[in-house]
């Protein structure tokens, strides 16, 4: 059965961790600040969450950076995003590098830029024997999405009779996902109150806890991931079945 925690020599963990980082644009109103400003903002967030889970240990991290639906607001705000994700992984490659850190990249690529496609290529490639911290970047990311593209190709494979209808089953499936080499997450945290998934790791959060933070994700800190990590060690997971399974606090 799986092992769902790992222990540094502070606290106990959830082995993955997934957070929706909302709330940039609506911190940067309330300071009347323009909305760019905000997303500055939040990369500094997310360069602190990423610091810290590396310190305390967490071996699965996944940040919903940029989603399928993104690419519907304004064209100055959609380019100062794109910027400030690329001066991340070329000002940070090699920091979190250094710090034994794997990249990962989840989500449709097949219409974006060559540059951000090679720039992703790049950090995937430099980290890939990498041991320490899983990050995985959720980018031109959509949870329905993923699910139609796992289901298409399970049809070609069908078609092309490489596999049976009879074969289909969860973990088939869930081999053509994008997560397929990740484990699903155990916690997911939402920043700015707002309490939906939004189009995020639909199929892997099944069984997932969530957290609901009121800040907005700039002001997200560690003691706020800390306590998000806490109450997650008050639940109780049962998995659909009436007692809590044996090992599910086991640690490695």
């Known amino acids: 059965m799986k092992k769902y925690l790992v222990q540094d ?3 106990m963990l959830p082995y993955h961790i997934a957070i929706i980082m909302d709330g940039n644009g609506r ?3 309330a300071r009347d600040l323009p909305r760019t400003a905000g997303h500055k903002a939040g990369m500094e967030a997310l360069r602190t969450i990423v610091w810290h889970a590396r310190v305390r240990g967490l071996r699965w991290l996944t940040l919903y950076a940029f989603s399928s639906e993104n690419w519907s607001r304004p064209a100055e705000e959609v380019e100062r995003l794109l910027s400030l994700l690329k001066l991340f992984i070329c000002c940070d490659l090699v920091e979190l590098h250094k710090k034994n850190i794997k990249i990962h990249v989840i989500g449709e690529r097949r219409n974006l830029t060559k540059d951000i496609i090679a720039l992703f290529c790049e950090a995937e490639t430099l980290t890939s024997k990498n041991t320490g911290l899983n990050l995985v970047v959720a ?3 959509s949870g329905r999405n993923e699910i139609v593209r796992a289901v298409k190709s399970i049809a070609i494979e069908v078609e092309a009779g490489r596999i049976k209808d009879s074969d289909i089953d969860d973990r088939l499936f869930a081999s053509h996902m994008d997560t397929a080499l990740m484990p699903d997450p155990d916690l997911i945290i939402r ?6 998934l939004s189009n995020f790791l639909l199929w892997q959060a ?5 957290s609901f933070v009121p800040c907005f994700w700039p002001d997200f800190s560690v003691v ?3 306590t998000a990590v806490a109450g997650f060690c008050q639940r109780k997971r049962r ?3 009436l007692e809590q399974p044996q090992d599910v606090r ?3």
């Open 9 to 11: 020599s502070a606290a």
């Open 27 to 29: 911190w940067a109103r």
């Open 139 to 141: 980018f031109n990311y």
């Open 191 to 196: 920043t700015s109150g707002e309490m939906r």
């Open 206 to 210: 099944a069984y997932s806890e969530l």
């Open 224 to 226: 706020d991931f800390d």
């Open 239 to 241: 998995f659909g079945a």
């Open 250 to 252: 086991k640690v490695v």
